[in-house]
């Protein structure tokens, strides 16, 4: 059988399934995949490197080899949290006003791009499959080539890709996406994000696009460029919802909401997120019905992340300051409208969590996927649902929400859409509870990511 060599910027041994949030998704799809296929997970430790040189960590974990490398300082600064977090990450999300040009950390990217496609080289044998993963990585497959690698080599965009009049803004961008197209194939979560990556490659490249098969033909190469919606292990989160450490979770919301309907949102603690936006609508909410303080309470559990990097700094003390503003008017002795959780949760716990609260929402301002809005409606009492509120601008949309059926849609820079969903939430009856319920979960539960793994593996195997 083919091997698989998986190369991200971050490495996950299986234990880190049930890690917390929606960090788990890309963990438990890939370990999935390597079981499956064997072979090895190889990225960046984490870890700081004393010296420029390094050296390889193999280890061998529940039937998963990883091999990683510790990375110096200058290149986590320019390479991490310079150019794919200051740089990509926020032009990806639309965010020009966040996006940082800096041609010192294009320089670290590209080099740790080399770095990372000079130490896996002699892993890969002639036969495997190699699959790299996210806008981290965007340049190995041309750094790959140039070291004489001839496998099948795909890559999945894990975000959105952006319209093309925002992409050029990034100087050296024909540089970047040529370095794409000596992949074989290449994945992305929406048909919007393939489409507006096929526009860039016609429109500014002039390759040769054929839009029904996703067929990019440029300078003597053809690459594919298709859409493969990334789902949830269903079993193994069916599997925690059956669990003592679940049906915890559940009775602790339930007891500590007082009869008060619970709404929840799980994000990290990231500006794609919409959480201050998402909060400015829930105060809207309570100034249009303060006499609904008493029928509802928030909990927002959002975990940190890249705490190095200003624009998250900021977010944090911004999300902080909105849900005082909020509490600080609309509290009482006995209660909180709102519940800020700074921390993450089990899988098991989470599952809890979604099962005790009649709505869920998630209301990012652009998402590539996003595997909470599909956790929820996984969670949910099929004979007593809760109603998922979703961005239109999160990559789930084109599944959750077909022909008005599914998730309540908002547009989440609304405060006005925000609170009108909210009360038609509170209000739902149970039959239409259920009609939407049944609109999503067959999607949810058959499109989960082994699905996804098998497809995107047996198209580049093909």
Not at 106 to 118: D, I, M, Q, S, W
Not at 161 to 183: N, Q
Not at 254 to 273: C, F, N, P, W
Request: with cysteine; net charge negative.
């Amino acid at each position: 059988m083919t091997r698989l060599v998986i190369i991200s910027n971050r490495v996950a041994v299986a234990k880190a399934r049930g890690a917390a949030g929606a960090q788990g998704g890309l963990a438990g799809a890939l370990n999935s995949a390597l079981k499956e296929h064997g072979g090895i997970w190889f990225g960046w430790s984490g870890q700081e490197s004393e010296d420029e040189a390094g050296s390889m960590n193999l280890q061998r974990s529940d039937g998963v080899t990883t091999a990683t490398i510790d990375l110096p300082g200058r290149d986590i600064d320019e390479y991490y949290n310079g150019y794919a977090n200051s740089t990509l990450w926020p032009l990806f999300h639309y965010r020009l006003d966040l996006t940082e040009y800096e041609r010192e950390t294009g320089k670290g990217y590209e080099r740790v791009n080399e770095r990372f496609a000079e130490a896996v080289v002699p892993l890969i044998e002639a036969d495997d499959l190699v699959w790299v993963h996210d806008y981290h990585l965007i340049p190995l497959g041309g750094a790959l080539r140039a070291r004489g690698v001839s496998n099948r080599i795909g890559f999945f965009l894990h975000i959105p890709w952006p319209p093309t009049r925002l992409f050029v803004s990034l100087p050296f961008h024909e540089r970047l996406v040529r370095t794409m197209l000596e992949y074989d194939l290449i994945g992305f979560q929406t048909s919007e994000w393939r489409d507006s990556f096929l526009h860039y490659c016609s429109k500014e490249l002039n390759a040769e696009v054929d839009e029904d098969s996703g067929t990019v033909r440029f300078e003597g190469r053809s690459v594919i460029a298709r859409t493969y919606p990334i789902g949830i292990d269903w079993d193994h989160f069916q599997t925690q919802g059956r669990t003592g450490e679940s049906r915890n979770a559940h009775q602790r919301l339930l007891s500590s909401s007082r009869e008060r309907t619970a709404m929840i949102g799980v994000d990290r603690l990231d500006y794609s997120k919409g959480l201050p936006e998402r909060i400015d609508g829930i105060g809207r909410f309570f100034d249009q019905h303060p006499d609904r303080v008493r029928d509802l309470v928030f909990i927002q559990i959002a975990p940190p992340s890249r705490e190095d990097v200003k624009s998250y700094q900021d977010i944090r003390l911004l999300l902080e300051q909105k849900t005082g503003q909020i509490n600080g008017a609309r509290s009482e002795v006995d209660l909180v409208p709102i519940r800020y959780v700074n921390r993450g949760y089990s899988h098991a716990e989470l599952f809890g969590f979604y099962r005790g609260s009649k709505i869920g929402l998630v209301t990012p301002l652009r998402d590539g996927m996003n595997l909470v809005a599909k956790e929820y409606v996984a969670a949910q009492d099929p004979d007593d649902p809760g109603v998922l509120i979703l961005s239109r601008f999160a990559g789930a949309a084109e599944q959750l929400n077909v022909n008005g059926q599914g998730a309540v849609m908002v547009n989440p820079y609304s405060p006005d859409d925000i609170s009108d969903a909210i009360s038609l939430a509170l209000d739902m009856p149970l039959a239409e509870r259920k009609a939407r319920y049944e609109a999503m979960i067959a999607t949810i539960r058959d499109d989960n990511v082994q699905s996804w793994t098998e497809r995107f593996c047996t198209d580049l195997k093909a």
